[in-house]
């Protein structure tokens, strides 16, 4: 798990890669364009750098944000709509991984509560990572944010993992997983709430963990 210099200098290029990538995008997110068409401007970038993708480039709006893992379709971004966007690339062998999702217009106010449980969620996790913290400590720590804020149901998946030659490795961010963190383990901490047939809100950070705690590599 832990990464010697070379692999984290990688990884870092690899999620500053991923973020300038993002930022291109941010700009064309808009109502009118479709899922598919967003994914394949990112995709489009990501060849003309010469580099692959991380794995099938995710794009959700609306209702279909309410699925972790959904697929990107023909459906047209909405005003209101919360957009989710995932993907990475591979640098040298190595991953990012990144999630953002956007506001279009003025959300509804469960999806702006959602956006904000786990943005909030996110930053206390990112804030808590330092070598030897258990992982199932820092895991239930943030899950019971969300659900003291009546969030129970909506979540459907772990804190995060481990990324490096693969785009999900050791160590899983589970409330089960009893393992230490360690230094100079890269991580992406990935809060996620789904609300069935609304939408969802996913945000996500490749994090280097070092000696008194952490450092963003993806922003």
């Keep these: ?23 291109t995008i941010a700009t064309v997110i808009k109502p009118g364009i479709s899922e598919i068409e967003i994914a394949q401007s990112i995709e489009s970038i990501i060849k003309k750098k010469g580099l692959k993708r991380s794995f099938r480039t995710i794009v959700a709006s609306g209702r279909n944000a309410a699925k972790p893992h959904a697929k990107a379709t023909e459906r047209k971004i909405k005003e209101s709509d919360m957009v989710v966007v995932d993907f990475g690339v591979i640098y040298r062998g190595y991953h ?22 786990v ?15 258990r992982i199932s400590d820092l895991v239930c720590g943030i899950h019971d944010y969300m659900r003291k804020r009546g969030m129970a149901r909506y979540i459907l998946h772990s804190l995060g993992h481990g990324v490096g030659t693969k785009v999900h490795e050791a160590p899983k961010l589970s409330e089960k997983n009893k393992h230490i963190l360690k230094e100079h383990t890269v991580v992406a901490i990935e ?13 996500e950070d490749m994090v280097l963990i070092e000696k008194n705690g952490a450092r963003m590599l993806t922003g």
């Design 1 to 23: 798990m832990p990464k010697s210099e070379k692999q984290i200098k990688y990884l870092a290029k690899a999620a500053h890669i991923t973020s300038g990538i993002f930022r």
């Design 96 to 117: 990012s991984d990144m999630t953002r999702t956007i506001m279009v217009g003025k959300a509804d106010y469960a999806m702006r509560r959602l956006y904000d449980t």
């Design 119 to 133: 943005k909030i969620a996110q930053k206390k996790a990112i804030k808590k990572l330092k070598p030897g913290l």
């Design 191 to 203: 809060p996620g709430l789904y609300m069935k047939k609304r939408g969802g809100v996913r945000i």
